[in-house]
Every structure is written in C-alpha cells, then in structure tokens.
C-alpha cells in the first residue's frame, strides 16, 4: 500500500444526523471538501457549511422519489478508483471523475421501520440501494478511501487525521472497512429474514445479523470475551428490556434472565401470575396463584436452596408486596413486564440488584428460529412453539386423571418442556415440588425430582414430601418402567409423557400396577 495522502474530498450522505455537524466542520477545518444528498445537504447547509449536491458532480438529479441519485460513475469511481495504478488514474481524468477520500454514510432505518408496523410499501421504501453500494465500494477500497457508518466512530477519525497532516492510518481504514462489511452484512441479513418472515421453509443460506448492544467484562468465564447483539426480532424479552437499576448485566445474567422470562412467559397471565426461578438455565421452581407474592413463594418452596442468586421471572407486572419479598434472599436479577413506582423502590434498595422490565410479555406461540454454533457451522430451528394447552391428551391407564391431576399434568408438562433434558417435573396444586434436570438418564432424573421435593418439604415443615399425590411430567418417553416406578415410590398419582418408546406396554402395565393415572401427549421436548 502506498504512504496515507490527506483527504481532499468527502461525501456525507447520512440516515442518522447525529454528531454530523461538528464532524462535519471538524473536516471543513482541516480543508476537507464536502459532498452530500438529499436531508443530508439540506442540514450541513443550514449550519452554514459549504457543501456540493451530489447531483452537481454527476450532472443529473435525483429522481424516482430519491432512489437514485449516487448511483452514478462519477460516484463509484471516485470511490473505487485505485490511486496508485496509473490506468485507473487516467480513467478517472478521462471521465472527469474527482477522488471521493472518504464516505460518511448510515442507512434507512428499515429494522426500525418494520418493528413500528409500517405498511409493506413502507418497508420496501427502507431498503436502502445506494447506501450499502457505497459503503461496500468505500471498504473494498480502503487503502486509498475511508468509510465511516457509525457517529461513534466521527472523533477518533478526527483525531487520526489531526495526528497525520489530514490522512487517516491504514490501520484505521482497515478497521473501519470491516466495521462496514460488517454493517451491510447485518443490514441485508434483516432484509432477508424479513422477506422470509411467512416461509417455513429453511433457506439455502442462513444469513445472522445483530447490532452490538453491550460489551460484557466476560463472557460464561472470565477467561472468555462477551458481548450481546441484537437481531431484528421485537420479541418482549431480556435483550430488549430496560435495566431500571442494578450494576451490568453478565453473559450468564441474560442467559438465565431469557430462560426465566420465557418460561413465566408461557403462563397466560389471565390464568393469574406466574413466577419462574431459574438457576443455571434451569428451572429450581415455578408456580401459578392467585397473587404475585403468592406464586413467589410457592415456587421459591420448591427448592430454596438453588434459588438463592437466582434469577426471578414473571409473567404480570412487580408488586410492592412481591418486590419485598424477593429482596429477601439474594437474587441477582428479577426481570417483570413492568413494575409500580412502590416496587421499585424496594428493589433500589439493594444496589447491586438488577431490575429488567421488558414492556410485555412474549407470545409463546409465535414463530421464530433459535441457533446454536457447532464446530465449523451452526444449527437452526424453529422455537418449540407447542404449548401443552395444544396438544390432544390420551389416557392410557387404566385409571384416567381427575380435573385437578389433569390441571397439575398440564402445568408439569408445561415446566418441563423449558428444563434441560433429561427432565422430570413434579407438581402440585400449581406449583412444582421437584424437578430433575439435565441428567444422562430418565432414571437418575425422577430420583433428583424426589429426593428434591422431600428435601423442600422438610425445610418447608411438612410432615411428609410434597410429592405424595402430585402429577409428575417427563419431557419425553419412559425408555424403561423404573424412570416411572420411581415416581410412584415417590408418591406421585398421575403421569404425563409423550409416549412412543418400543417398551411403553411395559411402562403402562407398570403404571397400572402402581395405581397410575397416566396420559401421553405424542409430543416430546427435549432441550439440549
């Protein structure tokens, strides 16, 4: 690459104005010419900055409502053009085309554009053409141009270039070009998606895009490095939320916060509000009553222990009677649709708490994809959108479950469907007494979920464990009799599962012998 040379000549041609005029007169200081569009023009010259339209280097105006307009080879040449060949640089003086030196250049907003609810024409109206042109021209040409697609960037490009007798180093511009591949590579992957929104089928090729939103001090270790981005996707949720208080949030805090949010989420708030806690991704108790502080503490019950810096979760907003009574234990984040000035208040008392609202709760059922790197590539797949509300219940026992084991069967079910396979959920009266998670086998799991729910009913001061009569759920089949018949020595009265398993005559026969009511739902969810 040949010595930097000072920018001579810069278009600006900007969605979002931010910044722009002192940047702008920071290159004006320095004896920068400047070329823009459109709003963009319009704006410099109000601060009374001497600008060229764009049209009066390429001799032809914009037209179709501003479609085209730097489309144009006296644009793209003058940013594509290798200064130091001599056959570009005698093209260039043939066509009378001025070096471009730098591009300053953000897009329409069309992720912001979609998620208003704008009409499709609208949409389509945000697509930008002649920006992401530009930007990628600038960035494959960086040794001699340099591109800029974001405001954060404007002061430290001053400084370069007050530090370099008006160049920029090609370290900078370098950096810069892939911040901007990075950008367009984003912006195209949000275009897509949207375009794809009503096709399930999976594409040929899997674009991700996201904008950084935080930078963690590190990631699940402190040895690795985190940040979170944010997709197009206006899903309620962790990601979005505001941080009302509360020091930042960790890699591992919205990991655990987006698992407990969605699964209170799955809790129709009608139905009355709902409390997950989880730790470590899994669920360590959830409930469902009559009031918020209520469904608390029937979830925090269920293991007391594993709850403490957890996270808490709920499907309505946070009252001043539940705030008190979470801020009890420690508990490193409690995430709410919303929350009462009182509420707050109570959580503002302990510092390092962090209090997430999200605005809404997540529709359960709405389609999407979730993704997961492997060596080399990454899975995709739609999200587990089956609710157990959906699914066609089949009695198989002899014995079929009353309305209460029913309701208890549902809402075991439900729970399972969000812990780490191989899972086994017990619950009772709308809460859950025990579960075992993420075992190798089903067997070890449904021993865990016992000896849990008999280790909270001791620290509770029951007389006996609180799985005696509960309904106990299994993520998928019962490959075997003793994963259910240690649920029945456990106590349990009713049996959810899916069914399916080359063996399920002998799992039913074993339920039958054990005085089992069991149902099967020909639906698994696993959760890896």
Not at 271 to 277: F, H, N, S, W
Not at 452 to 477: M, N, P, Y
Request: a negative charge; hydrophobic letters at 45%; one cysteine or more.
């Amino acid at each position: 690459m040949p010595a930097s040379t000072p920018i001579k000549r810069a278009l600006l041609s900007v969605y979002d104005k931010a910044d722009l005029i002192p940047f702008a007169q920071g290159l004006a200081d320095q004896g920068v010419e400047l070329l823009s569009t459109g709003g963009t023009s319009r704006t410099l010259k109000e601060a009374r900055l001497d600008v060229i339209d764009v049209s009066d280097v390429t001799g032809f105006p914009e037209i179709l409502d501003g479609r085209v307009k730097t489309l144009h080879p006296k644009i793209h040449g003058g940013l594509l053009g290798i200064r130091s060949k001599p056959d570009h640089r005698a093209a260039m003086e043939t066509h009378a085309i001025t070096p471009i030196d730098m591009l300053v250049c953000n897009l329409y907003p069309f992720q912001a554009t979609v998620a208003s609810g704008a009409s499709e024409a609208d949409i389509i109206e945000n697509i930008d053409i002649g920006g992401p042109a530009m930007i990628r021209a600038s960035a494959k040409n960086h040794g001699d141009v340099t591109v800029i697609t974001s405001p954060d960037d404007y002061d430290k490009v001053l400084e370069d270039m007050r530090a370099n007798s008006g160049a920029t180093q090609l370290e900078t511009r370098v950096t810069l070009a892939g911040k901007a591949y990075a950008r367009t590579a984003a912006y195209d992957a949000a275009v897509a998606a949207w375009f794809a929104r009503n096709d399930d089928a999976l594409p040929t090729h899997a674009t991700l895009g996201g904008i950084r939103a935080l930078e963690m001090r590190y990631g699940e270790n402190p040895h690795q490095k985190a940040a979170l981005y944010l997709t197009g996707e206006q899903r309620p949720g962790v990601a979005r939320a505001e941080l009302v208080q509360g020091k930042a949030l960790s890699f591992n805090n919205i990991n655990d916060a987006d698992a407990a949010f969605e699964l209170a989420s799955s809790f129709s708030p009608h139905a009355g509000p709902a409390v997950a806690i989880i730790k470590h991704a899994n669920p360590c108790g959830v409930a469902q009553s009559g009031s918020l502080i209520d469904a608390y503490q029937l979830a925090l019950r269920c293991d007391p222990v594993s709850a403490f810096g957890g996270i808490v979760a709920m499907n309505t907003p946070l009252d001043a009677d539940a705030a008190a009574k979470m801020t009890e234990i420690f508990t490193e984040v409690i995430v709410a649709p919303d929350a009462s000035d009182e509420a707050k208040a109570i959580v503002a008392a302990k510092k390092n708490l962090r209090l997430l609202l999200t605005g809404g709760v997540a529709d359960p059922r709405t389609a999407g994809m979730t993704v997961r790197t492997v060596a080399g590539g990454f899975l995709v797949q739609g999200r587990d959108t089956l609710e157990a509300e959906d699914l066609e219940i089949k009695t198989v026992t002899k014995i079929a479950p009353s309305e209460a084991q029913l309701r208890d069967l549902l809402f075991a079910f439900k729970v399972a469907k969000h812990v780490k396979s191989n899972a086994i959920v017990y619950a009772k009266d709308g809460a859950t007494v025990g579960i075992g998670a993420g075992q190798m086998n089903r067997l070890d799991s449904s021993r865990i979920a016992a000896m849990k729910a008999t280790e909270a009913s001791r620290t509770a001061g029951f007389d006996q464990s609180l799985a005696i009569g509960s309904a106990v759920a299994s993520d998928a089949f019962f490959p075997f009799p003793d994963g259910l018949l240690a649920a029945a020595e456990a106590g349990a009265s009713a049996v959810i599962q899916p069914g399916g398993s080359m063996r399920d005559d002998a799992v039913i026969q074993a339920a039958d012998e054990a005085g089992l009511a069991m149902v099967f739902t020909g639906v698994r969810h696993f959760r890896h």
